[in-house]
């Protein structure tokens, strides 16, 4: 547990919202794997190897610089940022793209053996257009559960956060990534354990 809690301490004060969330599952079972995963609160009426948060290790800014080549990708700084704390996120219902280690191999590949984070460039330049009349050069980074049928997605543009329904409505707006992770990740938190509430005791 204290290595839990050292890792989720260096967290940069901008990310601390996600920090706080994780620190109230380290009294839970969790997971920290070899390669650096940090998987907290074990819920397993959900799926066998489902956890409330999995956090996934901090990205070299060397190694975003080979992917984003590699992939054609144009990552804006307050993402860059996030990815250099946690390259990649699961958080209750919602999920942060991220770069998963087997895609920065020689022969990228997703390994469908284990949960890795989803694929950023899948997200920026596939999973994207599933969004109508997003705004040009939208960076497309995650998304959530809204209701029991829809997700909205995540987006960056001009510097601002938006989460956009698939109809294209825009249903919030974030200047600062803080912001947007002390708003989203109670408001995902609540809607998952409505969706998958803890098992009665015994």
């Known amino acids: 547990m204290d290595t839990m809690a050292s890792l989720l301490d260096r967290f940069p004060g901008e990310f601390a919202p996600l920090a706080d969330v994780a620190r109230r599952l380290l009294d839970r079972p969790g997971n920290p794997s070899a390669d650096g995963v940090l998987s907290l609160g074990h819920r397993p009426w959900v799926a066998t190897e489902n956890y409330a948060i999995t956090l996934y290790p901090g990205l070299s800014e060397d190694a975003l610089e080979r992917y984003c080549e590699r992939f054609k990708v144009v990552v804006p700084a307050m993402y ?12 209750y219902g919602m999920s942060l793209a991220g770069v998963p280690r087997s895609m920065m191999g020689k022969l990228p590949l997703l390994d469908r053996s284990r949960l890795q984070c989803h694929d950023l460039a899948t997200a920026v330049n596939l999973w994207s257009t599933e969004y109508r009349r997003v705004p040009e050069k939208a960076f497309h980074f995650g998304g959530r559960h809204y209701s029991d049928r829809e997700n909205v997605g995540y987006f960056i543009v001009e510097g601002r956060i938006l989460s956009i329904r698939r109809t294209g409505r825009v249903v919030g707006e974030w200047k600062k990534f803080g912001d947007f992770l002390r708003d989203e990740l109670p408001a995902s938190e609540k809607l998952d354990n409505e969706l998958h509430p803890d098992p009665p005791p015994g």
């Open 80 to 91: 860059a940022e996030f990815l250099a704390t946690t390259s990649g996120a699961f958080c």
